[in-house]
């Protein structure tokens, strides 16, 4: 299983362009990267999931170097409401992990 | 977000009582997941099925024991439970266990063991 590394926390402005990256050295041929956040006592949210290069939904963009070593989860414009922890996975659904996530605080 | 429902909510048992958590998903997917989520600690993969098969134990104390009737339900039985066994027990589901599927997760059981 590929191993992640985040950043354990971050803060940021309502307003402002939030970029969390996550490594996975190790990553297999076949693995996707999906990204979820969670909230207090709630379970994960599916964010975005992509393979390589660019993938861009109505709430985030997830950009993935040709190395696929890393990937970069980008919110922007945040608002209050963002703040909660952010999960980089890295396999398949049966098989990935979830590592100790980032938890981003957005103050007004 | 009703895709995948969990009952109850929250749960206080004692040490001797058996209880079951219970699954439902309602997305028409092939793959559940048990997960357990203490205090301040990231998710930890319990259980998967696929097809109503197990695909997956992660070393899960025999003291919880799943079950998945049919690919809607999953059930986590439980008995003789530690507090340290306290947590938020999530479910989730995705269309397969393959590459390319994200998982959606019910809303969690609030389990408290006395």
């Known amino acids: 299983l590929a191993k992640t590394t985040q950043p354990i926390s971050m803060d940021s402005y309502e307003g402002q362009e939030v970029n969390i990256t996550c490594s996975h050295n190790?990553?297999?041929?076949?693995?996707?990267i999906t990204w979820y956040q969670q909230f207090p006592s709630q379970g994960p949210r599916f964010i975005i999931q992509?393979?390589?290069t660019k993938v861009t939904n109505e709430v985030a963009s997830l950009f993935i170097p040709a190395d696929r070593k890393s990937s970069t989860l980008s919110l922007p414009r945040v608002s209050l409401s963002d703040t909660a922890v952010y999960y980089c996975?890295?396999?398949?659904?049966?098989?990935?992990?979830f590592g100790d996530g980032t938890t981003l605080t957005v103050k007004p | 977000e009703t895709g995948v429902t969990q009952t109850p909510r929250h749960l206080v048992m004692g040490m001797t009582n058996k209880k079951s958590l219970k699954c439902e998903q309602h997305?028409?997917?092939?793959?559940m997941y048990w997960y357990k989520q203490s205090a301040k600690k990231p998710l930890e993969l319990m259980f998967v099925?696929?097809?109503?098969?197990?695909?997956e134990n992660n070393s899960v104390p025999s003291r919880f024991s799943p079950e998945c009737p049919n690919s809607s339900h999953l059930f986590l039985h439980l008995h003789t439970l530690q507090p340290e066994d306290s947590a938020l027990y999530l479910c989730?589901?995705?269309?397969?266990?393959?590459?390319?599927?994200?998982?959606?997760f019910g809303p969690g059981t609030r389990l408290t063991v006395t």
């Open positions: 190790n990553i297999a041929t076949n693995d996707y």
């Open positions: 989730a589901s995705s269309p397969s266990t393959g590459q390319g599927y994200e998982q959606y």
């Open positions: 099925y696929s097809l109503e098969e197990r695909v």
């Open positions: 997305l028409g997917h092939n793959a």
């Open positions: 996975l890295v396999g398949n659904a049966g098989k990935s992990t």
């Open positions: 992509g393979y390589k």
